[in-house]
């Protein structure tokens, strides 16, 4: 009837997937297993995410009103470096999974309390290539963002009772851009990195780690005038691989 019109007759389970995000900041490694990034990212080009995080989170009020949250499966899709002078480099993954559940005692062991210094801004630098072999420190940086992506596809089978659950994360087109910003005289050096055809740039960090993003491109962006008469030169970047070690 017109009354009912507008009524919901059913609510249907949608496409479940779990999703976090998580972000740190990484300090000195005592051990190999410190950073633990080798896990969550790739080995060498072309890879797949070497395998799934396993993950806890302790919600606690007090010691006898706590739980825990069990996280399966998770792989991460997009992992963001950033780095600003003056400021410790921070990290963020934005993870997709299968599953959560919920426990009232603790599966994995807790990690230590962290008493090393973070990775800062002099800690790391940027160099940038022209043909994949001889790099060159970027001059003048004052703050990047570097964003991986796997580009994760959730693939879905049809359950019995109608729903639909989470089968698999099929890796789809991975890339990486990078946005930078260097305070620079003239722009005569970001005008010749715009007009090559293929730039590769790689991100240096302390414990001999780095991350490769290759055969890309850079594209300006609007340029702002700073009172000390330095231009602050924005610069955006786009590449068709990445790899790590």
């Not at 921070?90 to 973070?118: C, K, R, V």
Request: charged share 20%; hydrophobic share 35%; net charge neutral.
């Amino acid at each position: 009837s017109d009354g009912y019109a507008r009524s919901a007759k059913r609510i249907l389970s949608g496409k479940p997937i779990l999703r976090c995000r998580l972000s740190w900041i990484q300090a000195l490694p005592t051990s190999p297993t410190s950073y633990w990034q080798t896990n969550m990212l790739k080995a060498t080009l072309g890879d797949n995410p070497l395998s799934s995080i396993w993950m806890e989170v302790l919600i606690k009020r007090s010691a006898t009103n706590q739980f825990w949250l069990r996280l399966n499966s998770l792989k991460a899709d997009v992992v963001t470096i950033r780095g600003s002078i003056g400021e410790p480099q921070q990290w963020t993954a934005e993870f997709l999974g299968y599953g959560m559940s919920t426990a009232t005692s603790a599966l994995l062991t807790a990690p230590a309390e962290h008493i090393n210094d973070p990775w800062e801004w002099e800690d790391t630098y940027i160099q940038y290539s022209t043909n994949g072999t001889d790099f060159y420190d970027f001059p003048d940086v004052t703050d990047y963002e570097i964003k991986l992506y796997n580009g994760f596809k959730p693939n879905y089978t049809f359950r019995s009772i109608g729903s639909k659950q989470l089968t698999s994360l099929e890796p789809g087109v991975e890339r990486a851009t990078a946005r930078l910003t260097a305070n620079l005289t003239d722009k005569t050096f970001i005008d010749y990195l715009v007009n090559l055809s293929r730039v590769d740039l790689k991100l240096m960090m302390p414990e001999n780690k780095w991350v490769l993003m290759s055969r890309g491109q850079f594209r300006r962006v609007p340029v702002n005038i700073k009172t000390e008469d330095l231009i602050a030169l924005t610069i955006d970047y786009e590449s068709m691989e990445w790899t790590h070690g």
